[in-house]
């Protein structure tokens, strides 16, 4: 059975690593360890490596459940099975996709290898990114949360539900519109078409599993830096001004890429901010951030991150003022 | 085949790291208890995708290379070789929860709040134990003062105070992860002992009332304790 190059550029070789020499290095590290870490640690390299572990593990398994997910679809769903499902016209598909969010319990890590694996399966971009974008915003799980965090003040959940599902309609519109069918690589189909479905499914599984984790490595690598060397206190000295705040706040969601779970409660306690600001935090926070676009960047091409990234994060920001003018 | 064994091989490498984390307790120093099971599970799966036929390392096509789909011309790994990463750092730097250094940057902001606070526990031993978020809350936050001339009990870790002669006990909240973790902090006085950062202690002493950020704690006694298993408190009751 021959197969096809995954996300290699023609042309260029692959990068071969050779397994024996990487599990080498680590031997030597383990063994190294009693002898660098002997003082104690740079406490900025401490900080760095608790943030960035604690990123990667607690992302795991929500990138676990995404790739089940997955592998279910491309051990399951043909395309001629999903194009029944989803309606040919994107005005009706994006906005079922968007709504079809509300059943995956996962966080915004889970989302992207799902995406992916749909645009296989023949689903159109701006479809895909519909539920990509509102999966991990408005399913029940974290509305739940969010309603946790805000005790008192039902209109901080529904407002996120609202402006959420908001972003995630009009960035799937624009992007069918405007997208166009090469900008959103699929996920590749390595199992042979009449492969048995446990083969189908783990060979997606696997792949999507190497891939989104491999990639939300370099993600949380770049989140830890970030926080590790810029003060969260930075921002309140622009607390008290309208849109400046939310914009603030709106920046600190990409930078900080803290999981959809648990950024209502960070938002909670950022009690300088108006709710509106806060509602924008809790918008763009699940649809674009510093871990996703590096996931985003790995799984569909950076030709489609430097469109897809300002997009949402723009769209985000207007729908979640937007509503909070509405609903706050 | 050495393309598919590879892959196997940085699954088997990251299932068996998240099962490591979790049985260990390392894990509690980066997320909270909570999420337990489910990193659990995720290694679980992960070494299942790893070891089971017939893309895994028991398949018995797999290692003979028979199948010659992945020889020379094959996709390969790619990014998928950085989960090395976590493992390696791991390895080097000794996991430990955030410390002393990362407090100021991290520092949770108070407010006011109109909140009815539920009656304090029974003291233990003369003091009331106390998480040190309920503390600062009902310090900063709880207009009928429930704290007044209240012994409390609390446990933390030791970062620089602002004047000579005081320090700051601390601790983290976790709501997820400790990437979303936010400092809560009490400045001690009364403590005649110097006190080095990132040292773990147990503080009884009664709140001073007073303007300002951080509430302050006037110790009567003071001892030294090991950092605890669970080094982050997860309220979600006090933190809005």
Redesign the interface.
Known sequence: ????????VAGRA????R?EL??A??AI??G??SL??SGP?N?????W??????????A??F???GV?VSGLIASHATPAALARLVPSHAVLAVPAAAAAGLLLPGCECGSVPVAGRLRSRGVAPGVAAAFMLSAPAVNPVVLVATA????GQPRMWVGRLLGSLLCAVVVGLVWSRFGGEALMRPS?D?AAADAAR??SF??A???D???A???L??GA?A??TL??F????AL?AVAGLPVVSALALACLAVV????S???A??A?????FSLSARLVFLVVGPAIDVKLMAMQS?LFGRRFLVRFAPLTFAVAVLCGLLVGAVLL | VTERRDRSLLLLLTGSFAVWLVLSGTALNFVRRAMLPYVLVAGVVAVALALLPPMGLLSRRGGNGHEDDGHGHGPGVGVGWLLVLPVLIGLLVPPAPLGANAVRARLASSGTSTGVYPPLAAPVGGAVPMSMAEFSTRALRDKAGSLRDVRVRLRGFVSPGDAPGTYRLGRFVIFCCAADAEAVVVTVTGDAVARRADQWLEVEGTWVPGPGEVPVLAATAVRTVRRPGEPYEYTTVYAG
Do not use: K
């Open positions: 059975v021959a197969e096809s190059t995954v996300g290699g692959p990068v071969r690593v397994p990487v599990f290095v680590l590290a383990a190294a360890r660098v870490a640690p406490p900025y390299v401490s900080t490596s608790t943030i960035f572990t604690a990123i990667v593990v607690q795991l398994p990138v676990v459940l089940l946790v965090a805000f005790p590749l390595r446990w083969t783990s060979t599984a696997r792949d599993l190497l891939l984790a491999g990639w490595v370099v690598a989140a830890a926080q590790t810029v003060p969260r206190g309140t900080l890429s803290i999981c779970e648990a950024d409660f960070v909670a306690s950022m009690r300088q790995g």
